[in-house]
DNA sequence: CCTCTTTCGTTGTAAAAACAACATACTTGT
DNA sequence: ACAAGTATGTTGTTTTTACAACGAAAGAGG
């Protein structure tokens, strides 16, 4: 666990403390640390979650499986990132999604309700992590209405646009690699594989864009 | 200002606080009061926004609209609700939206740095506001989580059957009235109108729903 | 009560997406 | 290096959606 300690310096959740402070933390949260192979789901809609997790290594895919096998990725989570905070409050309900590691991966589990009574150990820092949290995900609040707005788009070509508009300046550069193969940005935008690699092509073609596998160029 | 104390305290933000505590915390959170008239703006795309606003009467949407006129509703208010939050942590960067009043409209504004930071005035209750605002946005959040659900959904029979189900279940009963007309729950599900009238037809010529007007019932 | 405006349903057509099927290229493990 | 498995691109067909145009119904206001 303590090897994780560089890690957890620079996440959202532990901004602005010290190794020290991370370390009563995290005893005060009961951490516990569980590792993933490929392709294992860390949760399955419908389960129920009162801790709030922390990616250490590896990379997640947070989706929603349809009966019929159709996945929309909603999310993916990088090493540092954090997920389930919005399941954190009490009365959140029944998780909506499924968890998955699409590469080995660890993860580290932190006790919700200790965040939110004061610990007996005093941690003054509580409420600085409290407010670590809230800009978390107000942060990934922002980030779901962005998807919302790419998901609105009418027609596929627009979708991508959409998509690569947004990463090309998030990352602020023309050429940039997405973290999706083909089929995980089908599933992102919710269309259909081929007909996506179809209009990338025709996109392409047209002039708008040049790509090689997941490394894209926006022209102009 | 006063006369929407009452209001307030059944809001999710001032829940557990008593009117005194609310009547101390607009003093210390600047709280102003404006109006909107049916189809005013409140907010427009790309405008900065360091406040916490508070729907007292009247009815809110919080809206993507494109170039060519297409309009998506991520999220509707009712009085009562809060709106902003996502934006009140600082680099959050401009509105993503618009924010428009669908009927008329009252608004309080509550200036979020204020929530931050322990005022002079010694509220005590500050903690529990800043708790209050976390779960708000968790909930938005697995809201925000279940509308991409229904998005995700390929064909408009789906995104309308996603829709119908979940709010049925929300309401918990069979036959429900929905928070829209037509062209207002198209855009909520980015669909064409008409082309979502006619599927309605078909879903009812096949026996799934009946309805009329805004109130539906699901059939088995 | 009438007029003007908005909402809703209906239809036909053109465009787009899903789907299925397959060829090729690339990975991975042995 | 080989074989098996996976990812990507391509094409044709079927299904679905967007779009446009219009008439009927409902509502608002004078």
């Known amino acids: 666990m303590d090897s994780f300690i560089p890690v957890l310096k ?19 949260l009961d951490a516990k640390l569980r590792s993933y192979g490929k392709g294992e789901y860390i949760f399955h ?9 922390v990616l250490a290594e590896g990379k997640l895919h947070i989706q929603k499986d349809d009966y019929w096998g159709n996945s929309n990725i909603i999310q993916t989570i990088a ?5 389930g905070e919005a399941y954190a409050a009490p009365n959140s309900g029944a998780m909506l999604n499924n968890v998955i590691a699409v590469e080995e991966s660890t993860v580290i589990f932190l006790d919700a309700k200790g965040i939110f009574t004061t610990c007996s150990s005093a941690c003054a820092f509580h409420s600085l ?14 980030r779901l209405v962005q998807k919302l707005g790419h998901m609105s788009q009418r027609s596929t070509r627009e979708k991508l646009m959409s998509y690569l508009s947004e990463e090309s300046s998030r990352q602020n550069a023309s050429t940039f690699v997405i973290p999706f193969n083909r ?14 690699s179809n209009e990338l092509r025709k996109m392409r073609e047209d002039g708008l864009i040049t790509y090689e596998k997941s490394r894209f160029t926006l022209i102009l």
Chains 1, 2 share one sequence.
């Open 183 to 196: 089929q995980q940005l089908a599933d992102f935008l919710s269309v259909d594989r081929s007909a996506m």
């Open 129 to 142: 992590v409290v407010q670590n949290l809230f800009f978390a995900l107000s942060e990934k609040n922002r």
């Open 45 to 53: 809609k419908g389960q129920f979650v009162r801790d709030i997790m």
């Open 10 to 28: 620079h996440t959202q959740l532990f901004r602005g403390l010290g190794e020290g402070e991370i370390l009563a933390l995290l005893k005060c």
């Open 79 to 83: 090493p540092g990132e954090m997920f």
